[in-house]
């Protein structure tokens, strides 16, 4: 790339000098969009994607073709037309025989990395032609007919066809599901299925005017439902079997042409697999986009050719997730780049804006970087939420507005950044190129819209805080953001696009075979979803779903609407017992007659009522034709007033009430907001006032910042913390506004990894007052499985808690699309039970105690009444709490400090935590407010605890000291001076590997209540885990820099590497070993160099068995070096450097009682044994050399192969330029990496000088040579 200056980065804006897209020009296309009131799609002008910017696997052509298949059948099947005649031309083109067939069979072929046999592919091509033959013959026929459709003749010709091409492609279909070459023809097997599933509904549509009998039509009907179910069950199995395949792809990041944005490599101080587990996902993520496009959305279509269940027009829709490529790099595991970019099963999303957040002096003048993005987002309705921020919030924000305009491109300029984001002609976000390496990228699915961005940051520790990476996700553009029913025509809505789910609900991933996910309702009595839809009309449908269980049971159906609500108990039957959901396992069952009044506004909440859990794929809507009508109702002014009256300790209403809860000053505003305007006016403005003081003194008083959530900055630098997919909504009517809700916990797809769902927030010890008592309360609306942790001196509050969504609301909605909070409600109790399980019961409140279970209204009814009600305690308990903390909707506990210490800052963390997948919370009104100063019994126990975990905090830095000591010995034993950037020579791969492993053992690195959440929790020794983690990284890119031999390690397997057959890497221990078992076997590798130098090889290896091992340096003058081994080096060379292991010492440390360090310390740090290092010198007189690996006989297994030029062994050759810093966060910029290897390769390039700029380490002090431990310790 031509450089704009000397700096890393290019800045480029609409003055700069030059224009990046002049390189890759934009192909303009006409986005294709649904007409949601015509209830059809528009032509598509042209779909002519990018593929000079788009990774080589994604095939252009092959998607194009399949995009337009199931454009033409998604429209036909909306406006009720045939289009098997469209269909064919499509997969056929005139001028072009069997070239789509083929460009099918092509992306199949590169989606796993496997060839087919060309006898598969000629079989295959050969019955496609005279497939085509047949059905062009078949499709003359029916046009034929179709001009004269009472001719005798023409009605025998095209019945003579019709049989003639079923008997025909029945006969073909063995063809395209070769043994060994499934996956490769998967979607061959699916376009040539479609036709024949086509083709047997023309004879239930047509079949009596052909003049066939009843009994012929109705054979052909019975024909097409078993092969829609032997079709879509084979397309789902071997999808998800080539799925299993693509996950284990590695990809070739060392490919320039297949990756042009790694550039010449990775930045200085990094290894290349700072790339590969990004682009292995991509790899894995493009098999399961592609054959999503060309199969599983077909798959999802073939219900609807059921001409009995479906004799109308139909509106289908697309809920899946689809993703293309990350850009920019991820240096975790492919299950955590899953788990971070791959949204867990949830209810359809509908994108409103995307807000970027640039800082635009982060490098130098003129920089544009991207700081931080957030989502604003619906649920099928009005009411937007709001994402947490990814990243930082700055005062520079860039919006792009997508509602009713969604983004079907996007650009991106990225290496180890994504740097710029661009949406052509809408919006550009960032101007920074990186001058080291990167490359431009385009995304553009046919007929699908960007639905959802998620981007990954750098640590706040580091230098960058540009964006780290990003992915998109793309929903159909057959998916309805309203839920419109549209009359005359059969209305699917997938059970997904409810607008909000309860407990008694939750979202599973579907099968393959039903274009999205589905709902399960599986706890009986208990809210399940909730849908809003809209008409243009007044019109009466028949409700019908298409569902699945493994037993009979009892749905309900409560229509809320102005008049009220009407709950229906509807009977459904076992569909399968397996399981399994496949085809079959599917049912329909007809709900009956539900009205779609434009002015009423209907919601529709679907329950368990009794029996086996159902699962629900589509809500449908068959039009019928009858009106409805709608009512309202009132609210009473003395509910009001009392309820304000409760809040205050005095009638001046100038304190609050200790016990009264910001909750309870919710609902009370509720119930002011909803006073009539007509005859209450002057009362109504003059408790509005009052509750709104009330407001401002619970906020004044509450240490939590933003417990109410109402503020956009709850999530920013001061606000609550995190994990991904917790978010604020506002559609909840039990809470006033925003409100938290936490999903269950995310498991990766095809992983047994689980990441918790979290939020916590620290209160400053600069806050507290020494011997209080605090009271620390909230609102769970609902929730399954949530742990509340609230701490100071260890777990003072540990709960469990399982709340029902026992509170019901029949609210109508209004004008805007919100709750009509002011319409008539009433209040439907289930009767589960439900548990707060406190794990130390002392520290509850008082009033979490027995209650006088006389005043419930009803045996386990759970009645939402205003505050100072007689149905409520003052203390915002209901009447009719019971014993072990039941009912705790709002839940009050109490933590006592001890002597404040503002240097030791202990302060008060409260966290909330979801361990299981299908756990669930909605939150609100947090709250730690002050109580009492501490006496007698309650002030002698917290000084007690105070003095145990002051003892504790002893031990446990006494344990890390040791720890510290320890790895800090091995990190030292690798470097040359306190810089830490030279290497020694005798430094091996293995040193590194243990150093790296003593890292991992240090303890207390991440907070025990949220360990295993991602992102991480950081503990007490996060930032010293941070720093010398870096350290090692550090060392291995030293490692790396010096080796000429290219992938050395063989931590990228056998790449660079040319191996004979049978020649394999595997995992031992923890690094990975190049394995040769025959005396055949050969592994080779050719480099460059320069012959005035001389040249160390090193080898770590390990014989087995008879014969030798050996490795071999020539040059091209029949020079050559020698290292050989045998089975007897390991007992005739003594302990070699690969069979150190290091354990912990003996500790000097009494026990700690936590246990924490004894389960993270216990293990010794070991490393391979048996394996020794030979070396060999070489003097070459060519200027291309190369390393041969071979053996006699017996196993041979290397380690690592080191080439090491003799003048990086000098001082002033092996000092890393540059500011180290930038290089350890990954920059990019010009350093003496690329210099120190042409110094080796070429006569032309000088030797680097030694670095002037100080590295990132602290000070020299820190981490003396000499070994001053305790005073490294005190600085960490």
């Not at 793309?474 to 407990?503: C, E, F, H, L, Y």
Request: hydrophobic share 35%; aromatic share 10%; net charge negative.
């Amino acid at each position: 790339m031509k450089q704009n200056s000397n700096d890393e980065y290019e800045i480029l804006d609409s003055k700069g000098m030059h224009d990046p897209y002049k390189k890759f020009p934009i192909h303009h296309t006409s986005s294709p969009s649904f007409d949601f009131k015509m209830g059809r799609q528009k032509e598509i002008d042209t779909l002519s994607l990018i593929p000079e910017e788009i990774s080589p696997l994604f095939n252009p052509a092959a998607i194009i073709t399949a995009a337009k298949v199931l454009f033409n059948i998604g429209s036909k099947i909306a406006s009720g037309k045939r289009f098997l005649d469209s269909v064919l031309a499509i997969l056929w083109p005139e001028a072009a025989a069997q070239s789509k067939w083929e460009e099918f069979i092509a992306l199949a072929e590169q989606l796993i990395q496997e060839k087919i046999a060309e006898y598969a592919r000629g079989a295959a091509i050969a019955k496609l032609i005279g497939l085509k033959d047949v059905m062009m013959v078949y499709e003359g026929a029916f046009a034929d007919w179709e001009k004269n459709q009472t001719d005798p003749q023409k009605q025998e010709a095209v019945r003579n066809e019709f049989r003639n091409a079923n008997d025909i492609i029945v006969a073909a279909m063995p063809e395209f599901a070769i043994k060994n070459y499934e996956i490769q023809l998967l979607t061959v097997y699916a376009e040539a299925a479609n036709l024949h599933l086509t083709l047997l509904r023309d004879a239930s549509i047509y079949g009596l005017q052909w003049g066939m009998g009843q009994s012929e039509v109705d054979r052909h009907y019975t024909a097409q439902m078993s092969r829609t179910q032997t079709y879509t069950d084979y397309c789902v199995s071997w999808y998800d079997i080539g799925l299993e395949k693509a996950k284990k792809l590695k990809a070739n990041i060392y490919d320039r042409d297949q990756y042009p944005w790694i550039g010449a490599g990775p930045p200085p101080g990094y290894p290349m697999s700072i790339f590969q587990t990004t682009e292995d996902w991509n790899l894995f993520n493009n098999f399961r986009r592609d054959m999503t496009l060309q199969v599983l959305d077909l798959v999802a279509y073939w219900p609807t050719y059921d001409v009995k269940k479906y004799p109308i027009s139909t509106q289908v829709q697309l809920t899946r997730d689809i993703y293309t490529n990350i850009w920019g790099i991820d240096n975790t595991s492919v299950d955590k780049i899953e788990a971070q970019f791959v949204r867990p099963p949830h209810l359809v999303t509908h994108l409103d804006a995307l807000d970027f957040y640039v800082d635009y002096n982060l490098h130098f003048n003129g920089s544009e970087n991207i700081m931080g993005e957030r989502k604003v987002y619906n649920y099928t309705s009005e009411r937007e939420i709001e994402s947490p921020i990814s990243g930082k919030q700055t005062q520079n924000k860039k919006t792009l507005t997508v509602r009713g305009n969604p983004a079907n491109t996007i650009r991106c300029w990225h290496y180890v950044e994504a740097s710029i984001l661009d949406f052509p002609g809408r919006l550009r976000i960032g101007n920074v190129v990186s001058g080291w390496g990167g490359a431009w990228s385009t995304a553009e699915i046919p007929d699908n819209h960007i639905s959802w961005i998620t981007t990954t940051f750098p640590t706040p520790s580091l230098v960058i805080k540009g964006m780290r990476a990003v992915g998109f996700s793309w929903m159909s553009n057959t998916v309805d953001p309203t839920n419109t029913v549209a009359p005359g025509r059969i209305t699917q809505i997938p059970a997904v696009k409810a607008r909000d789910i309860g407990p008694g609900g939750r979202v599973i991933k579907g099968p393959g075979t039903t274009g999205g996910d589905l709902v399960e309702l599986n706890a009986a009595l208990t809210t399940g979803i909730s849908l809003n839809i809209s008409s243009p009309q007044n019109e009466v449908y028949t409700m019908r779903i298409r569902y699945a269980s493994r037993g009979n049971g009892q749905l309900r159906l409560t229509t809320y609407q102005y008049s009220g609500y009407a709950p229906r108990i509807v009977n459904f039957n076992a569909t399968d017992s397996s399981g399994s959901l496949k085809f079959n396992s599917f049912n329909y069952l007809t709900i009956g007659n539900v009205a779609a009044d434009p002015t009423a506004l209907p919601r529709f909440v679907f329950d368990l009522y009794s029996g086996s859990p159902i699962i629900i794929d589509k809500i449908e809507f068959l039009p019928r034709g009858i009106i409805l009508e709608e009512a309202e109702a009132n609210q009473d002014l003395e509910k009001a007033r009392k309820a304000v009256n409760a809040l205050f300790t005095n009638d001046a209403k100038d304190n609050l009430k200790l016990n009264m809860t910001d909750y309870a000053i919710d609902q009370a505003a509720n119930l002011v907001e909803c006073l009539s305007d007509e005859f209450c006016d002057q009362e109504k403005m003059i408790l509005l006032d009052q509750v709104k003081f009330a407001k401002r003194l619970s906020q004044a008083r509450n240490l939590l910042n933003y417990g109410d959530f109402e503020s956009p900055d709850w999530s920013g630098e001061n606000g609550w913390k995190t994990s991904p997919h917790v978010h604020v909504a506002s559609d909840n009517p039990i809470f006033k506004g925003r409100y938290l809700h936490m999903p269950g916990a995310n498991q990766p797809q095809m992983s047994d990894t689980v990441y918790p769902t979290y939020l916590y927030q620290k209160v400053d010890e600069s806050k507290l007052k020494s011997y209080t008592r605090y009271h620390v309360r909230g609102f769970v609306g609902n929730s399954k499985d949530l742990a509340l942790l609230v701490e100071r001196y260890g777990k003072e509050v540990h709960v469990e808690m399982d709340v029902p969504n026992d509170i019901r609301y029949t609210l109508p909605m209004n004008e805007c699309g919100g709750f009509d909070r002011c319409g008539h409600s009433s209040y439907q109790a289930g009767t589960d039970s439900h548990t707060c399980t406190c794990k130390d019961p002392a520290q509850m409140d008082a009033a979490c105690q027995c209650k006088d279970k006389s005043k419930r209204t009803a045996s386990g009814v759970y009645t939402n009444v205003y505050a100072g009600s007689d149905m409520m305690y003052l203390d915002g308990y209901h009447a009719h709490t019971s014993c072990g903390c039941k009912d705790p909707h709002v839940f009050s506990f109490h933590i006592d400090t001890g002597c404040v210490d503002v240097e030791e800052n202990a302060g008060l963390l409260f966290a909330l935590k979801i361990a299981s997948t299908d756990g669930v919370a909605n939150i609100d009104n947090l709250e730690i407010i002050e109580g009492q100063p501490l006496t007698g019994e309650a002030l002698a126990r917290v000084k007690k605890r105070e003095h145990k975990w002051k003892e504790e905090r002893k031990q446990k830095r006494c344990k890390t000291k040791e720890a510290v000591e320890a790895t800090l010995t091995a990190i030292n034993a690798l470097f040359t001076n306190k810089q830490y950037n030279r290497l020694k020579f005798e430094t091996l791969f293995p040193h590194i590997l243990h150093a790296d492993e003593l890292v991992k053992r240090i303890p207390y690195v991440y907070h025990p209540f949220l360990r295993g959440a991602y992102p991480e929790v950081p503990g007490m020794n996060y930032d010293i885990f941070q720093q010398l983690s870096a350290l090692v990284a550090r060392a291995r890119g030293l490692y790396d820099m010096r080796n000429l031999v290219q992938n050395g390690t063989f931590s990228a397997g056998i790449g660079n590497w040319q191996v004979t057959d049978g020649v394999t890497t595997r995992l031992e221990g923890n690094t990975s070993v190049l394995v040769l078992r025959e005396w055949s076997d050969k592994a080779l590798q050719h480099l460059r160099i320069d012959a005035e130098r001389g040249y160390v090889l090193r080898v770590t290896a390990r014989k087995e068995g008879n014969g030798d091992g050996y490795v071999v340096i020539h040059d091209c003058d029949n020079q050559q070096e020698k290292v050989t081994f045998t089975a007897c080096d390991s007992s005739t060379m003594g302990a070699s450097t690969g069979t150190q292991a290091t354990v912990i010492p003996a500790t000097n440390c009494p026990p700690c009682h936590s246990g924490t360090w004894g389960e993270e310390m216990t293990l010794p740090v070991t490393m391979l044994s048996g394996y020794v290092t030979k070396t060999a010198e070489i003097f070459p007189d060519t200027d291309r050399i190369r390393v041969e690996i071979g053996e006699t006989e017996g196993t041979f297994k290397v380690e690592s192969v080191e080439l090491i030029c003799m003048e990086h062994m000098e001082d002033h050759m092996y000092d890393m330029a540059g500011n180290l810093e930038e290089e350890m966060q990954g920059l990019g910029i010009e350093s003496s990496h690329a210099v120190t290897y042409e110094m080796c390769f070429s006569w032309d390039i000088q030797c680097p000088m030694e670095a002037s700029i100080p590295p990132i380490v602290p000070p020299t002090t820190m981490y003396d040579m000499a070994g001053n431990v305790e005073e490294e310790i005190r600085y960490l």
